[in-house]
């Protein structure tokens, strides 16, 4: 079985290195690559050498993938011809969450004429509470659009994302969707069914343990509390709260411990098992995690139950090899490479590893051996997807997958119970509202007393995922060795974990302007390592996406320059996902900010210090970098009390004005010539004011706005002036984030979406 094994592995590592390698290169250097290939397996050919031969077929499905992709591609753009118009899409939904204004429309009928199906994203522009159900088909209006690309380093890929569902497009309804036809019978049965479930839940449960109850059952993590999800990724819980393997094997794991008792033969076993699971993924939404989880799952039972077929990893290769043969974008899919990195894993570590492990209590020691096994397999992916490493995880999930694999399974039988009796039903909730609540105690008094022990680990590099391969290679070998080559190994294992443990890069990074979107934001790192954040954008994430990216989990002071969601949307989720030392804003910010209001008190347990602006401030920060800080009073702005701020590091300063506009921008009390300005009120016209910019002659002025933003910034009379007088001017909606860099005590600057020109 081995050879079958190795010759498999080639195979299918060169058709998926053909498909990556034909999305990423090039269109110069992709030809060129083919150009080479062929010219290899023409020589090999010729030579008729066997070796070579091998070799050259790997070359040949490696051109395959390539092709595959390619033609994958241009199916992918078929209606680039309708992207940014109004247009109307009829189509049956696929996939719809509760708690998000989003659904997948798959499309049958594109401005009123029939089209070879595609799936869409469609995202409500108005406001409304209904929730559109699986499998109605319904009629949209509104403007086609691309899904964007990440529009800071280390920020969302949308476009990725999407891709690896199969999704290219998204529309921006413009107002309801129009009702074509009721969901057929068996959808229209799963939402009667999710619709009863839920208000039994309501019926049965506490308002919090009954969103709880819904959001693990059907993979609805915006029915839990953003704190309580932030603390269970910590953790290395967050799986526990997504439909996917682990609860479709829960599930299918019951069920056939239920049906052990009943003379079933394998098929009818399988079938009812079939019906039960594929109900089950309906009911969770039909997301993709849980329908690939029960295909999984009912294929291996098939294989191993009636053909006695147990080779694990050959089986996920191939049916590895057939998803990314209906769509090879899923190569980019997260949910998929974890699921099937740690599918594969388990098959070949577990069991080895349980032989260094003690026999008895078994079941401790077994659950013990999988999650250690799981945490040494996902530990490179969730570092490179995530920035996050979480070593306490082995222990939490030894805790909390018991207890999860006994609320799925009990939840589902005390709903059927109640169908029969209600008593028995009450009394199944009542167990199921007490483990909940058990649930909750637990994750909180162990964070509590242990922490989370959760760190930011920033991007890792190559080198770093080649290491921890070889550390994994080396491991795998050395367990299924003798005592004495065990011995002989120990040091090569441990010198591979000391190569694969991540690195400090050089600090070169200084200043980073972020797109928050229509709001502003932005990142300092000063020369000794800590950070600074001048204001924190309208996202609550994408500020904490950049500083985990880059490893941060301390900040030394977040600045605000007053309290307008714009400025300050991000503040509470910095405040709870980092250690903030010190926190900067005006005297009145509190009293003029409505969104800053419950500050007091979530800071109330905190270490973090508040300081009020009342007039200038002068902070020497480092021996080198100095902070200059002013309270100005606009009068005849909204944003009555502005604080802005100037950072200077050995002759380069650095100018935050926030929203100063109009006449206030003369009371700004600095005097020195700045490098980078920000421009005042992302650049708005009446921020426009020729001499303030030649009072700081800035080297670059740049200007955070959002895309296609309602307000225009930056105003084209600023973008005219500017030019005018000979300033640069970067805009974030153009191309992204700006990042600079110190290069011999000069300035130099890059865009997070090079392809697009300077402004």
């Given at each position: 079985?081995y ?27 992709f ?14 050919y ?70 070879k ?8 522009a ?8 699986l ?31 199969g ?39 506490s308002?919090k343990?009954?969103r ?9 993590r915006g ?30 794991l ?39 989880a029960?295909?999984?799952i ?5 294989l ?6 147990q ?17 090879p ?10 699921s ?9 570590f ?26 040494l ?8 997807f995530?920035?996050?490493v ?41 167990l ?35 290491g921890?391969?070889l ?5 795998y ?13 120990m ?7 000391a ?25 300092y ?26 490893g ?46 419950d ?24 021996d ?18 502005e ?29 020195s ?9 992302h650049?708005?016209?009446?921020s ?53 860099y110190?290069?011999?005590k ?14």
């Amino acid at each position: 079985m081995y050879p079958i094994r190795r010759v498999q592995l080639a195979f299918l590592v060169s058709f998926a290195f053909g498909l990556l390698a034909r999305d990423n290169f090039s269109q110069g250097y992709f030809t060129f690559l083919c150009f080479l290939l062929v010219s290899v397996l023409v020589g090999a050919y010729l030579a008729k050498e066997k070796r070579v031969n091998r070799l050259a077929l790997y070359g040949l499905i490696f051109l395959v993938g390539c092709t595959y992709m390619h033609v994958s591609q241009l199916a992918s753009h078929h209606y680039d011809a309708f992207l940014n118009q109004e247009v109307t899409v009829r189509g049956k939904v696929i996939s719809s969450l509760k708690e998000k204004p989003t659904l997948f429309l798959r499309v049958e009928t594109l401005e009123g004429r029939e089209v070879k199906p595609f799936t869409v994203q469609v995202k409500k522009a108005y406001q409304d509470e209904r929730h559109y159900l699986l499998g109605e088909r319904l009629s949209f209006e509104g403007k086609l659009t691309a899904p964007q690309v990440a529009r800071n380093l280390g920020g969302f890929d949308e476009a990725k994302y999407l891709k690896s569902k199969g999704v290219f497009y998204k529309l921006k309804a413009k107002k309801e969707g129009v009702n074509l036809e009721e969901a057929s019978t068996i959808f229209g049965l799963v939402n009667q069914t999710r619709a009863y479930l839920t208000s039994l839940f309501e019926k049965e449960l506490s308002p919090k343990n009954a969103r709880f109850l819904e959001g693990v059952l059907f993979g609805e993590r915006g029915l839990l509390e953003e704190d309580f999800y932030a603390l269970s990724q910590k953790m290395g819980l967050a799986h526990l709260f997504a439909v996917s393997g682990l609860h479709v094997g829960f599930l299918a794991l019951f069920i056939l411990l239920v049906f052990r008792f009943l003379p079933f033969k394998h098929f009818l076993l399988l079938g009812a098992l079939a019906i039960l699971l594929i109900y089950y993924t309906l009911l969770a939404g039909g997301v993709p995690s849980a329908i690939r989880a029960t295909g999984l799952i009912l294929l291996a039972l098939l294989l191993k139950k009636c053909l006695h077929y147990q080779d694990l990893p050959t089986l996920l290769g191939w049916i590895f090899f057939v998803l990314v043969l209906a769509n090879p974008f899923a190569l980019y899919d997260i949910g998929v490479i974890l699921s099937f990195s740690l599918a594969l894993g388990l098959g070949l570590f577990n069991s080895t590893l349980r032989g260094y492990l003690p026999q008895k209590p078994k079941a401790l020691w077994n659950a013990f051996g999988i999650s250690l096994t799981a945490e040494l397999i996902s530990l490179p992916l969730i570092a490179y997807f995530f920035y996050l490493v979480t070593p306490f995880s082995v222990f939490y999930n030894l805790i909390f997958v018991p207890l999860f694999s006994i609320l799925v399974p009990l939840a589902l039988l005390s709903c059927l119970l109640h169908t029969v009796s209600g008593v028995l039903g009450a009394c199944g909730f009542w167990l199921v509202d007490k483990l909940i609540s058990l649930i909750f105690f637990l994750m909180a008094h162990l964070e509590h007393f242990f922490g989370t022990g959760h760190f930011y680990v920033g991007t890792p590099s190559l080198l770093w995922l080649l290491g921890y391969g070889l550390f994994l290679f080396v491991l795998y070998y050395v367990l299924r060795s003798k005592k004495i080559r065990l011995v002989m190994g120990m040091g090569l294992v441990f010198s591979c974990l000391a190569f694969s443990l991540p690195t400090t890069p050089p600090k070169a990074l200084s200043l980073s302007v972020l797109d928050v979107g229509q709001g502003s934001g932005a990142t300092y790192q000063l020369s000794n390592g800590k950070w600074l954040v001048f204001d924190t954008g309208t996202s609550k994430d994408t500020l904490a996406s950049d500083l985990r990216y880059r490893g941060v989990d301390e900040i030394e002071a977040i600045i605000l320059s007053h309290g307008d969601q714009d400025h300050v949307g991000g503040l509470y989720h910095l405040l709870r996902d980092f250690k903030v030392d010190h926190l900067v804003l005006s005297q009145y910010a509190f009293e003029h900010s409505e969104h800053l209001k419950d500050l007091p008190y979530y800071l109330s347990d905190k270490a973090t210090k508040v300081h009020f602006i009342e007039g200038q401030s002068h902070l020497a920060l480092t021996d080198s970098e100095s902070l200059d800080l002013a309270l100005i009073d606009q009068i005849e702005a909204p944003n009555s009390h502005e604080v802005v701020a100037l950072l200077c590091d050995e002759g380069i300063n650095y100018l935050f004005p926030g929203d100063t506009e109009g006449r206030a921008l003369e009371e700004i009390p600095f005097s020195s010539k700045v490098d980078v300005l920000l421009a005042p009120h992302h650049g708005s016209k009446n921020s426009w004011d020729e001499a303030f910019y030649n009072k700081y002659q800035p080297k670059l002025v740049v200007a955070s706005a959002g895309v296609d933003n309602r307000f225009h910034h930056p105003h084209q009379e600023v973008v005219e002036g500017l030019a005018k007088l000979g300033y640069p001017l970067l805009q974030t909606p153009k191309g992204g984030a700006v990042y600079f860099y110190q290069e011999a005590k000069s300035l130099a600057y890059q865009r997070a979406l090079p392809e697009v020109a300077d402004d």
